[in-house]
C-alpha cells in the first residue's frame, strides 16, 4: 500500500508566526498537490507541483516537491486567520488517476 | 477548472432507508470520483465512475450499498443505500481534470438517526 505521511495533523498559532506541514512517503509520485478546505466546502487545489526540487509560490505559501519526487512541504509566512482549515497533500501515480491522500493537516491561526 | 455541484447539501435520514446524492458538473468529463470524509479528517475514496463503463468500487465498499450511476458526461448519482448511523458522514464528488488534479464539490453532510 501506497503511503503519504502528513504531519503535524493538527496546529494552532498565533497570527504572524511561521509554519511547515511535512508530507513524506517512500513512494515516488509523479506529481503532488495541495488542497485547502474550509468548513462545509470541497478541498479547493492551491498547487500541483511536478518536477524534483520544484518550489512554487502563491503569496505567503510557499510548496515544494523533493528532489527524489517522494515528500513535499507547505510553509505558510506570517500567517492569517483566513489561512485557517484543513491542508490536505496528495499524490498521483502514472497508473491511473486515482490520487493517495495525506491524512490532513487541521491549521488554527488564531487573531 | 470546473464547477461542480451537489444536491442535496444535507440530510437526516432515518435507518434503513436510502439516499440519492446528485453531482452536476458545468462541463464534460470523463472521470468522476466519490469520496466519503468525517468532519476534520481526510478523504476515503468510495468509487471511480467513468462515463461508458461500471463504477469500479474500492476495497470496504460494494455496489449494492452505494450504487452509483454516470448516465452522461455532466451528471453522476451515489446511493447510499440501508443507511446505519455509520454511514453518518460527509460525501463529496469530484472530476479529474487536466490529468491528475482534482476539482470537489460542496459536499453532501448525511446524518442517519
Known sequence: ?111 | SAVISQKPSRDICQRGTSLTIQCQVDSQVTMMFWYRQQPGQSLTLIATANQGSEATYESGFVIDKFPISRPNLTFSTLTVSNMSPEDSSIYLCSVGVLGYEQYFGPGTRLTVT
Open chain 1, 1 to 111: 500500500t501506497q503511503l503519504l505521511e502528513q504531519s503535524p495533523q493538527f496546529l494552532s498559532i498565533q497570527e504572524g508566526e511561521n509554519l511547515t506541514v511535512y508530507c513524506n512517503s517512500s513512494s515516488v509520485f509523479s506529481s503532488l498537490q495541495w488542497y485547502r478546505q474550509e468548513p462545509g466546502e470541497g478541498p479547493v487545489l492551491l498547487v500541483t507541483v511536478v518536477t524534483g526540487g520544484e518550489v512554487k509560490k502563491l503569496k505567503r505559501l510557499t510548496f515544494q516537491f523533493g528532489d527524489a519526487r517522494k515528500d513535499s512541504s507547505l510553509h505558510i509566512t506570517a500567517a492569517q486567520p483566513g489561512d485557517t482549515g484543513l491542508y490536505l497533500c496528495a499524490g498521483a501515480r502514472h497508473s491511473n488517476y486515482q490520487l493517495i491522500w495525506g491524512a490532513g493537516t487541521k491549521l488554527i491561526i488564531k487573531p
